[in-house]
């Protein structure tokens, strides 16, 4: 079975890349556990989350609302749970698969190949990172060059 912290990692890097996802590799990281076909999905649901925050002495307050997208899978009596910003019930249904699958005895194998496959997923938003902010450093202004010339 695996570590639940080589899992740990796994979700969290995961998670960081989430947001980056685009439908068609969401539907290819999908498609690594499709197989595990005893899975009962819950329909995704959208609602919204009150965002709470704390202010500079420590009092709460209420920023706003968020929408959010819920998924919910059980796969042999494992369940996982996933909540996500947006209206993207895809991204919740991936989120809670992987939630399920890092905890599930008979997925480690699907899991290695998932992890592979999230690495070369990295390595592209990396690279295309890198790009916007190259492209955002060009614009740059240093104001602070731009003082009157001397005479």
């Given at each position: ?42 329909e ?23 929408l959010v ?5 059980e ?19 991936l ?5 399920a699958?890092?905890?599930?005895p ?31 450093a ?14």
């Amino acid at each position: 079975m695996k570590t639940s912290i080589d899992c740990l990692e796994m979700e969290n890097r995961f998670r960081e890349l989430l947001p980056h996802l685009d439908e068609k590799a969401i539907e290819r990281l999908l498609g690594f556990f499709a197989p595990l076909a005893d899975a009962k999905l819950r329909e995704p649901q959208t609602g919204l989350v009150m965002i709470t925050a704390r202010d500079a002495f420590g009092e709460k307050f209420h920023l706003g609302e968020i929408l959010v997208s819920v998924g919910e899978i059980e796969l042999s009596g494992i369940q996982g749970h996933a909540t996500v910003m947006g209206d993207d019930p895809r991204k919740a249904v991936l989120a809670a698969t992987v939630n399920a699958v890092c905890r599930h005895p008979e997925a480690e194998q699907r899991l290695a190949s998932f992890r592979a496959e999230l690495e070369q997923i990295a390595a592209a938003v990396g690279e295309k990172l890198a790009r916007e902010r190259n492209l955002i450093a060009s614009t740059r202004v240093n104001f602070d060059s731009m003082a009157p010339e001397e005479m």
